[in-house]
Every structure is written in structure tokens, then in C-alpha cells.
């Protein structure tokens, strides 16, 4: 095992890694149909840009994908497998920003300080940052860092949720998703969560609460669309087919 890790460290073979994970998503990308929702999120996401993209961990893989064209940074670990995942953003168009989260109320830890006035100036810059609203070892559960950010930039969250059709589902603390081709792929948005500049303490939780309750939401709708169990929305027509009161973005706010 320490064998092993020891060879992760390795910058030839993080690099050979990064590399080969970018073109596996492209090989899912390419021969996957797929779908948006709402079919009119570009549309709604115009007036608000830039924005804060948030994910869950483990399910974020795919998320490259929904840019189009959009000046995205993304946070990501310093850690050795933080570095592969850089290398495979990096190649997917997306750039970064390196640092960590935590779970306590304190954000500027493990880098955590350098990396939150990186994305408070990248957003300032015009790019939009994408990270993963939980922390790791601690799944499904918002940090308060993402929450600040929002506070601090005066830019709104979007809860952004991955999902393919066929993958495998690991049994690992993330519960992480690999996702496979020759499948349905489609990348489910959810309400915007704002945060006022003059938030509180009280109101920083609430908005909290606000993001992982709307992403545990969106990513349910993601899973139900490529599984066929959403019932108003048709791969048939997947461009025309949910209209915007069905696409779930209304505005949203934790006052």
C-alpha cells in the first residue's frame, strides 16, 4: 500500500493519470445523449454571471461538461489526488485553484485562507468558481465556506448535479458514481441561493441548510431524469421538453 502511494507522488504518473481521466470523460461525454434542466438554464444563468457552481463530491466528475464556454476556476485539494483531478480539469478547459474546505466554521484552513481570496478574485476577474459544497470524509453535508463566498462576493450558488445513466456506485464515503458511456447524461441546475453582504451568523446557517437541502434536491432530479422516473421531461425532446416553470430555478433566498 505504501508502495503504491509512493508512486502517486510520482509527477509522470499523476500526469499520465490526469490525462487519461479527462479522455474517459470525453468518451462518455461523446457517446452519451444529452440533456440539460431546465432546457433554458444558459438563458437564466446570463443575468447573474459570474456564479458560484457547487457539487457534492463524488458526483462532480462530469460537471466540465456544463461550462459552455463560461471562464470557470475551480477549487480543488492540495492533496496527491487533488493533483490528478487538476491535471484532468485543467486538460477539460476548466482552471484551478488549490486549496481545502473544512467542516468546521472556520473555511481558511489547509490553504484554506489563500484559496477563498483566489476565487473572491476570480469572481471579481469575471470567471465563475465551481467546488464541492461538502468537505471531505463529511458527505452530503454543506460547509459554511461556500456560504461565505457567496457573502463575501455578493454572487449567487448554483447547485449543480452530474448523472448518467449507466455507472457504478461505490461503496466509498462519497459515494461516489463512476459514470459510464453509451448512455443518457444529464446535468440538472437548481435554485440560485443569495447572500446578502450584511448576513449574520444565523442567516449564514440558514443559507447552509438552504444549499444542501437544494442540492440533495437537484441531484435527485438529475438521477430521475437519466433513470426515466421524471415524468414531465422527454428524451424524445430533451431541448423543448420541460418548460421553465418545470426546470426548478426559482429565486431563492435564505431572509
Not at 461538461?65 to 480543488?76: D, T
Not at 452530474?162 to 447524461?185: E, K, Y
Request: charged share 25%; hydrophobic share 40%; aromatic share 8%.
Amino acid at each position: 500500500m505504501k508502495a503504491l502511494r509512493r508512486i502517486g507522488t510520482i509527477p509522470w504518473v499523476q500526469k499520465s493519470a490526469g490525462v487519461l481521466a479527462a479522455e474517459y470523460l470525453r468518451l462518455v461525454r461523446k457517446t452519451c445523449s444529452f440533456a440539460v434542466d431546465p432546457t433554458d438554464i444558459y438563458d437564466r444563468l446570463a443575468p447573474d454571471l459570474p456564479v458560484i457552481f457547487t457539487m457534492w463530491h463524488g458526483q462532480h466528475f462530469m460537471t466540465p461538461f456544463f461550462r459552455r464556454g463560461y471562464k470557470v476556476k475551480s477549487l480543488i485539494s492540495r492533496h496527491r489526488d487533488g493533483e490528478i483531478n487538476a491535471i484532468a480539469a485543467e486538460r477539460l478547459g476548466i482552471e484551478t485553484i488549490r486549496g481545502s474546505g473544512s467542516n468546521s466554521r472556520d473555511f481558511h484552513r489547509k490553504g484554506g485562507f489563500t484559496a477563498f481570496r483566489a476565487m473572491l478574485e476570480a469572481l471579481a476577474q469575471g470567471h465563475c468558481v465551481a467546488f464541492t459544497a461538502d468537505v471531505p470524509k463529511v458527505s452530503r453535508i454543506a460547509g459554511r465556506g461556500i456560504v461565505q463566498l457567496a457573502r463575501a462576493s455578493g454572487r449567487p450558488i448554483y447547485p449543480v448535479a452530474p448523472a448518467t445513466s449507466r455507472r457504478i456506485q461505490l461503496d466509498s464515503w462519497d459515494r461516489a458514481a463512476i459514470n459510464l458511456p453509451f448512455g443518457r447524461f444529464a446535468i440538472a441546475v437548481g435554485a440560485p441561493i443569495r447572500v446578502a453582504r450584511d448576513a449574520d451568523d444565523m442567516t449564514i446557517e440558514s443559507a447552509r441548510r438552504m444549499v444542501e437541502a437544494e442540492l440533495n434536491a437537484t441531484t435527485e432530479r438529475a438521477y430521475a431524469i437519466v433513470d426515466s422516473r421524471a415524468k414531465d421531461f422527454d428524451w424524445s425532446r430533451r431541448r423543448t421538453s420541460v418548460s421553465p416553470s418545470a426546470g426548478r430555478i426559482p429565486a431563492s433566498s435564505p431572509d
